[in-house]
């Protein structure tokens, strides 16, 4: 159920909450390097201690008071005590360099020199100074002396050792307020108090810890637990967990009271006299102090993570229950729904007798009435699953689903009502006409009288009606076919239930599958659909509802377009097993590839359509507007078609759409060749002509070689390479070449080039020489509004000079010669000779009868004489003889 799976992005969402916690478990487990507890009996030894002092070169003072039994502590024993006070006091300051005072008052000098030893070996810091007071008596102090001085080397080279006659000397190197009284100094350090203060501070360390463990085990069971699948158990566990969220809060409240009091007892330093005695003993216990608050703080940013997260993930598990419930109304009404709907299919045979087509609308009238409780009962569920989202449920896509879903069921349900009896009482009507197109075949066989064309009008009507019937009916379906698909297949992908079915790659595809389908959809479901209905008792105006929506209908053209990447994420994932559910889910007997090709099959239907409905509705109301609705879409269908060619240029560097409107497109034998050389137009016969599609656009016509592909499918969708583009503008015509009727010429910019098109037969040929005449008429049309415009312009210019002239000639002398006015005149007239003459080198033309005078001085005419055609240029003086281009000299750029 997809509410499983919900709880899975529960655990990655709210997952940052816990790493607060576990930054807060780590930092404690650091700070309990090693344990007081742990060394607190070689402590209580008197091996060594760490007062807070500080020498006045800021070093640490590790204090080693007089102890006779020091030669037999074990090294291990006093690394673990030097390694535990380097690493407090390490924590407490900035500053890592020690120096040890070492008593040996009462000593001798055997015993300090294994004292030395073992301090060299086992210090784990950075050693500053070791400060010695040898022994007061004097036979061992003279020991002491000579020992020192024989030994001195080897003691400088690792330790620098200092001996000191008496305590006083200790003053030269520390000051008296860092050190203990017992040194002579006024610092005041009690050893016990101080294990006592770092037990307690450790074990609210610990405490700390495993309280941040704690959270972090419950926070996990939250997160990754499964729920169980009924009501009852889940609100039991929710219960349950509730209550040991208050029992952790009571610890946490525990922990942090227990915290509070440990800080009281520390005392705060004042900066202050810090400042004034240097480093003394007050550093030491506002490390203390700091360590503790620390902890303090650790546990309130924990409180707050794990009251944070608690809060979010009660509101995700009452939305959780909320979507259990939610969804098992769903799945009682989806069985409600299903059933209703399985018994109006029984009721799909609407052929047979007229008592039987009787008997189905009484059992549709009784099922009608269940319908009317499930809609309200839907309404409910559906005003359920808003309020739900309204208020930002976490599962919205899944409860948005479920609700468009049953919107969609109840709808179908309906709708099926509706058109079952609406079909019914048509056929029901139908029979009682047939057994009357019955009477009417008697009364014709018997007479063909004046009632024979009123008997032939009503079977025409008949039939008339049969063919909207079929078009409103197959509407209906294909509405209904377009959302399934869209609903069983597109809105599949974004369920959560079907992710584990789906190649990753494809969740990206949905809009490239499906093209604007949805687009398709909502205008035939909310427009279309709803006028072809209205038609129904009013058959002549279905070819006006058709140029109502003529620009609707251009949304084809993109599904079309579209349609061969389609394809292709169709062929690369058919086999994949959310296609395979969902086409089980839908109980489709094909695939969804044959589906997606409906839209493209509905054009083509309605053009057959409206043929047949226009064969019965001949010289009735409304029969023009349905002859220019056939027209709109058989058009429309050109349109899509040139299109789909058009998509399937490659190599063209401009923007195809710059060209104009595509005009035709088709397949020809093409051969080419130059205006230079002398080959004559039988030799181009000896030349395998290449094949070429041409698309002729407003602006150009454009040569492409068609790309024969392999693979399955490969000709369904063309594809064609860029070959070369002539401007309209320099084409000209020339309609009859020697050898074959199929033929015709294509000449480039004053014959610079020359292409020697062949079409597949006559009205090919002049249907593109038609079009081809209608683009250059049009271009001299312009070309010469143009240049009446310019000479308008100009004239105006100039009468407007002759009048500033003339004005001033009345206030002042002239400084204007009139041969000057007259070269003016000249120069504009010869611009534009220019132009004209330029315009007339544009045009061929086949030579025709009773054309217009004023065409004459725009088009050639082609002949043949003694075998060499010549061409013949209307507006010249004299006729002279023209060049063929040399037939082996074929443009480069065509045939690359």
């Known amino acids: 159920m997809a509410v499983a799976l919900e709880r899975m992005d529960f655990a990655e969402r709210y997952g940052q909450s816990y790493l607060c916690l576990l930054h807060s478990v780590f930092i404690a487990d650091a700070e309990l390097h090693l344990s007081v507890k742990d060394i607190s009996h070689f402590l209580m030894q008197d091996i060594a201690f760490l007062s807070g002092g500080r020498g006045k070169d800021n070093a640490w003072i590790i204090t080693f008071p007089d102890n006779c039994n020091f030669r037999c502590i074990p090294e291990d024993v006093i690394t673990k005590v030097l390694t535990y006070l380097t690493y407090i006091a390490r924590k407490n300051g900035s500053d890592s360099r020690f120096t040890i005072i070492l008593d040996r008052r009462l000593d001798t000098w055997p015993s300090i020199k294994i004292s030395l030893q073992k301090i060299s070996a086992s210090f784990p810091g950075n050693l500053h100074l070791i400060l010695v007071l040898r022994p007061t008596s004097f036979l061992q102090r003279t020991f002491t002396d000579i020992g020192f001085r024989f030994s001195q080397e080897d003691f400088m080279l690792k330790l620098p050792v200092v001996m000191l006659s008496s305590v006083s000397d200790l003053l030269t190197y520390i000051d008296d307020k860092q050190l203990t009284p017992e040194l002579g100094g006024t610092l005041q350090y009690c050893h016990s108090e101080w294990i006592i203060f770092r037990n307690a501070i450790e074990s609210f360390a610990l405490t700390v810890k495993d309280m941040a463990q704690v959270l972090q085990s419950f926070g996990t069971e939250l997160a990754e637990t499964d729920l169980p699948e009924d009501i009852p158990s889940i609100e039991e566990i929710l219960t349950i967990r509730a209550e040991k969220y208050h029992l952790l809060k009571n610890d946490i409240t525990a ?52 009251d944070e997260f608690w809060e979010k993930h009660q509101l995700k598990m009452k939305q959780y229950l909320q979507l259990w419930k939610f969804e098992q109304d769903f799945q009682e009404l989806l069985r409600e729904v299903e059933l209703l709907l399985n018994q109006q299919a029984e009721l799909a045979d609407i052929t047979g007798t007229i008592a039987h087509i009787k008997q189905i609308i009484k059992h549709l009238e009784n099922l009608d009435e269940n319908p009317q409780d499930l809609s309200a009962k839907v309404q409910f569920v559906i005003l359920h699953g808003h309020r739900l989202a309204s208020h930002h449920h976490y599962a919205l896509d899944l409860i948005c689903h479920r609700c468009t879903k049953l919107h969609y069921l109840c709808n179908i349900l309906g709708n099926e009502t509706q058109n079952k009896r609406i079909q019914l009482s048509w056929t029901f009507e139908m029979h009682k006409r047939l057994q009357q197109i019955e009477v009417v075949h008697e009364c014709l066989e018997k007479s063909s009288g004046p009632s024979s064309s009123l008997n032939n009008n009503n079977t025409l009507d008949v039939l008339k009606n049969h063919v909207l019937n079929e078009l409103i009916q197959t509407e209906k379906i294909y509405v209904r076919e377009l959302f399934t698909v869209l609903l069983g297949y597109k809105a599949e992908m974004d369920n959560p239930e079907m992710f584990d079915l789906m190649p990753p790659l494809l969740r990206n595809k949905k809009d490239v599958l499906f093209g604007n389908m949805a687009e398709i959809y909502e205008f035939h479901s909310n427009l279309f659909m709803s006028s072809l209905e209205n038609c129904m008792d009013a058959p002549e105006r279905v070819g006006l509802c058709f140029l109502e929506r003529k620009t609707d209908f251009q949304m084809y053209a993109k599904y079309c377009q579209n349609k061969p990447r389609s394809e292709a994420i169709w062929k690369k994932y058919s086999e994949c097993a959310f296609f395979q559910e969902c086409q089980r889910k839908l109980k489709h007997r094909l695939g969804l590839d044959s589906y997606l090709l409906k839209p493209v099959q509905r054009l083509t239907k309605y053009q057959l359509l409206l043929k047949e409905l226009l064969k019965y509705s001949k010289d009735c109301e409304g029969s023009e507007q349905l002859k220019v609705a056939l027209d709109t879409m058989l058009d429309l269908l050109k349109s899509v078609n040139d299109s789909m060619h058009q998509i399937a240029i490659n190599g063209y560097l401009g923007n195809l759409n710059e060209l104009g409107k595509m005009i035709m497109q088709g397949a020809f034998s093409v051969w080419t060749g130059h205006k230079k050389g002398a080959t004559k137009m039988k030799d181009f016969a000896r030349f395998k002509p290449m094949q070429r599609h041409l698309f002729l656009y407003e602006k150009a016509i454009v040569f492409c070689k068609r790309r024969v592909e392999s693979g399955e499918g490969s000709g369904r969708y063309p594809s064609y390479s860029f070959k070369r583009s002539l401007k309209m503008d320099e084409v000209g015509i020339t309609e009859y070449v020697k050898g074959d009727k199929r033929k015709f010429e294509i000449w480039y910019a004053g014959k610079e080039e020359i292409y020697i098109v062949q079409a597949s037969n006559m009205d090919v040929k002049m249907i593109w020489l038609k079009e081809i ?124």
């Not at 705060?268 to 902890?295: C, M, Y």
């Not at 415009?789 to 500033?804: F, H, K």
């Not at 041969?819 to 007339?840: D, F, K, L, R």
Request: hydrophobic content about 25%.
């Open 255 to 306: 922990v942090t009271k227990k915290g509070k009091i440990l800080l009281t007892n520390l005392e705060v330093p004042d900066p202050e006299e810090a400042i004034s005695s240097r480093f003394d003993h007050h550093e030491q216990i506002g490390g203390d102090w700091q360590t503790v608050n620390k902890l303090l703080t650790q546990v309130h940013d924990m409180e707050i993570a794990f």
């Open 773 to 896: 005449r209608n683009i250059l008429l049009k271009q001299q049309e312009l070309l010469t509004e143009q240049q009446q415009r310019n000479q308008l312009t100009e004239q105006d210019q100039l009468s407007s000079q002759q009048n500033d002239e003339r004005q001033q000639q009345a206030f002042a002398v002239p400084n204007i010669t009139k041969p000057e006015h007259t070269s003016t005149v000249v120069g504009v007239q010869e611009a534009t000779s220019t132009v004209q003459e330029g315009a007339n080198t544009v045009w061929t033309e086949e030579i025709s009868e009773g054309r217009e005078p004023w065409l004459n001085n725009y088009f050639s005419s082609s002949y043949v004489d003694d075998g060499e055609e010549k061409t013949l240029l209307a507006g010249e003086k004299s006729k002279q003889k023209k060049r063929r281009p040399d037939s082996g000299e074929q443009s480069e750029d065509l045939n690359r």
